[in-house]
């Protein structure tokens, strides 16, 4: 799998709070949510994958990153696995491609498509596992934005602030981030950024937001 650039926009942009204690990676991948929420985090996290591939890669990601003590991860399936605990804060970067074209390989499919894990089950999971005064965050493609608040709705999670990407000025958004609360949220906050400029570099606001991140940018 891939790092993507909507994805490392995504880990970039989100902030943790600085009470968090404990922060579960939902689908974790090749780990790079864990690693950078880490960077800006001194909380304990969990990171949780189903597939065995993506899981060894992870596993090796974090034992040979500096961070390597504040992460753990679990081999499971978030449907069925009993977590001990609960969690201040979960992050997710889920399957995108509900009703698309299904990809060729299982470990695909699984990857990029809600054809395992369906977002009425990852926010049962969230309300099961988040904190009384937890957040989560998410990141899902911009068609499925009405979806998304208004299942989050279901599970009185209360919209604190979005995101919307374009690949360009002259796109149309293409990717949806979202930051939930259980709190009661007095204001929302909106941005929307482009990731290239017209002249197709790097936006401005890209640039700001992964130079923590990227080591030539």
């Given amino acids: 799998m891939k790092v993507c650039t909507d994805s490392c926009i995504f880990g970039a942009w989100i902030s943790v709070p600085h009470s968090t204690k ?17 960077q800006k985090s001194t909380a304990n996290i969990t990171a949780i994958e189903i597939d065995k591939d993506a899981y060894a890669q992870a596993k090796f990601n974090f034992e040979n990153s500096k961070w390597k003590e504040s992460i753990s991860i679990i081999l499971g399936d978030l449907r069925t696995y009993s977590f001990d605990k609960k969690f201040d804060f979960i992050i997710c970067n889920p399957p995108f491609f509900k009703d698309k074209i299904v990809s060729y390989t299982t470990a695909e499919q699984i990857a990029k498509h ?12 969230i309300d099961k596992l988040l904190q009384q005064d937890g957040k989560c965050a998410l990141l899902f493609p911009y068609f499925r934005k009405e979806e998304i608040e208004k299942i989050a709705a279901q599970y009185h999670l209360q ?13 149309d958004f293409f990717r949806y981030i979202a930051l939930f609360s259980k709190d009661k949220v007095e204001r929302i906050e909106h941005q929307s950024f482009s990731i290239k400029d017209k002249q197709d570099s790097y936006s401005e606001e890209i640039k700001n937001l992964l130079q923590p991140y990227y080591l030539n940018l």
């Fill in 114 to 125: 809600s054809t395992h894990l369906q977002i009425e089950e990852l926010f049962f999971a």
């Fill in 159 to 171: 919209l604190e602030k979005t995101l919307y990407l374009k690949q360009t000025p002259n796109h």
């Fill in 22 to 38: 404990q922060i579960l990676d939902i689908g974790t991948g090749t780990g790079l949510l864990s690693l950078m929420l880490a």
